[in-house]
């Protein structure tokens, strides 16, 4: 199963008067990117989103939103004086040291951090155990639908990949049914080349030394190699499509390896109609690159 990297989830829960909205949107990369946006006061509860996120995701940048309205954000917000006047002490200190103006107004103290305190979040910075739950499941709820929407995409790219695989396997069949003619071919064409230049200055041809040409050149040109790890990788990359695990890094591999292979083919095939057909490969070779790069 295909999961694509790209998506979008959103998660909405309502207790009492608190409604949580959580969004995220997931594109493209290589590794697990996670950027959070939360509402004031709930920057402690990230690493357990964070780790949410992990637990479901192993691929993708993804942008995550929380807004939490309602009587759960409703706080007394406090100053703390204490930490008012450390911040106005080292700002004094350092005015001495420096011997410069302490120009330093209340309202700029004020924006500091720490300097306001939010009784919903007690000293160590612990959310409110009902609120952190509501925000939690709300997170979950908006990864369930991103992961749908992953899936579904993700059953498209294979039908996708499996219909591309196809074409991948007829354009080798192909050229593994032309291989033995190209041998032929050189030999009548070396054959009639030799026998009139040959003729031309009263010297026969031995049919030894036509043989010997002929088998440097089968040598040089010989692809069954190719062929046969060809073969192996198209049944490896439709063993992934069929797998329950996504697995976008593998398929990755083994289209560059296949890429590999086919271009090899057609530099040694030392034939035209090889050449055109590897060159075909290649084309859709291309084409499924680009979707497996959004697979997990």
Request: net charge negative; charged share 25%.
């Amino acid at each position: 199963m295909l999961l694509s990297m790209t998506g979008q989830g959103q998660g909405r829960t309502q207790h009492g008067s608190t409604e949580v909205a959580v969004e995220v949107r997931a594109v493209n990369n290589r590794h697990l990117k996670i950027h959070t946006r939360t509402s004031d006061g709930l920057g402690g509860l990230e690493p357990k989103i964070d780790s949410l996120v992990r637990r479901q995701l192993r691929r993708g940048s993804l942008q995550l939103g929380v807004q939490v309205t309602g009587s759960a954000l409703d706080s007394n917000f406090n100053l703390r004086p204490a930490v008012v006047e450390s911040y106005w002490e080292q700002c004094r200190q350092i005015s001495q040291q420096l011997s410069i103006p302490a120009d330093v107004r209340l309202g700029e103290l004020l924006t500091l951090p720490g300097v306001v305190a939010d009784p919903k979040v007690d000293g160590a910075g612990k959310l409110d155990e009902a609120l952190q739950a509501q925000i939690l499941e709300t997170v979950d709820q908006a990864l369930a639908n991103l992961n749908h929407m992953r899936r579904v995409e993700g059953e498209s790219m294979a039908l996708e990949l499996a219909s591309q695989l196809q074409r991948l396997r007829e354009g080798a069949d192909t050229i593994k049914d032309r291989a033995p003619q190209v041998v032929e071919d050189y030999r009548f064409r070396l054959n009639a080349r030799l026998s009139s230049g040959l003729a031309d200055v009263g010297v026969q041809l031995h049919e030894a030394d036509l043989a010997r040409e002929v088998l440097v050149m089968a040598d040089k040109a010989d692809i069954r190699e190719e062929l046969v790890r060809l073969r192996s990788h198209f049944s490896q990359f439709q063993q992934l499509l069929d797998a329950d695990e996504s697995q976008g890094r593998k398929l990755d591999f083994l289209i560059q390896e296949i890429f590999r292979e086919t271009n090899t083919i057609g530099a040694k095939a030392n034939d035209a109609e090889i050449a055109q057909r590897a060159v075909d490969m290649k084309a859709v070779i291309e084409q499924m690159r680009e979707l497996v790069q959004n697979v997990e």
